[in-house]
């Protein structure tokens, strides 16, 4: 499967700070991407889809001005949180389209955001 | 109700049981489906796609009943390093992918 990279793996701000988390697709070049949010205890939950090109699409209930969303080549994605406060910390995980014709995605090791 | 529902457990069984986990799905045009793990702290790994007549990698196997929209995963032969998070993940349209809440399991010599 494809080889996706993430950084930082771990990133502690203050609140009010603006955090850039990357995502890179290392061996494959990914049209699409996905930006999913994990809290304690909790499932993945999908955040926004990353187009190569064009301007990302948000889920319901996430502010796209809070979460910035720029995937300017086919293997950069990045999500910016601006002006974090404590209850955006969460782990923040981004993956990537398989091969055209399946539909598995693969997974970023994941960026563990701690705002204080 | 959720998307897609599974029970949260967690699964505490002895090295070499055998395991079922189950899965519902409201969507009934939901395409694809499969079985994530996630160990603590880290990414899903995928573990095995689920195809409508069942698949089987090793002591896992997995079966679609698309009638019941119920996903099912079975491990024989439990090990140690079997203990973790099992996603029930449904791919509906778009390449987007629901993920259930999980199911931990924990594997105990």
């Known amino acids: 499967g494809a080889v996706v990279s993430q950084h930082p793996s771990r990133v502690i701000c203050k609140s009010g700070t603006s955090v850039k988390i990357e995502c890179r697709s290392l061996?494959?070049?990914?049209?699409?991407m996905f930006w999913y949010r994990q809290f304690p205890k909790q499932s993945l939950m999908l955040m926004a889809t990353?187009?190569?090109?064009?301007?990302?699409?948000?889920e319901q209930g996430v502010e796209k001005d809070k979460f910035l969303i720029n995937h300017a080549s086919l293997t950069l994605s990045t999500l910016t949180v601006t002006s974090a406060h404590p209850e955006d910390s969460s782990f923040y995980i981004c993956?990537?389209?398989?091969?055209?014709?399946?539909?598995?995605?693969?997974f970023g090791p994941g960026t563990r955001l701690t705002v204080t | 109700r959720k998307e897609v529902e599974q029970d949260p457990g967690p699964f505490n069984v002895p090295e070499g049981a055998t395991v079922a986990f189950n899965c519902t799905y409201s969507?009934?045009?939901?395409?694809?489906f499969f079985w994530y793990r996630q160990d603590c702290r880290k990414e899903p790994k995928l573990l095995m796609s689920?195809?409508?007549s069942g698949n089987e990698d090793g002591r896992f196997t997995a079966q679609l009943n698309r009638a019941s929209q119920y996903i099912s995963l079975l491990i024989r032969d439990s090990k140690l390093s079997d203990s973790a998070t099992y996603l029930c993940?449904?791919?509906?349209?778009?390449?987007?992918?629901?993920f259930g809440g999980g199911t931990r399991l924990m594997v105990k010599p």
């Open positions: 969507n009934s045009a939901s395409q694809s």
């Open positions: 993956s990537t389209d398989g091969a055209s014709g399946t539909s598995e995605q693969y």
């Open positions: 990353s187009n190569e090109g064009s301007k990302a699409t948000y």
């Open positions: 061996d494959f070049q990914a049209t699409t």
């Open positions: 993940v449904v791919n509906n349209a778009g390449n987007m992918l629901t």
């Open positions: 689920v195809y409508s």
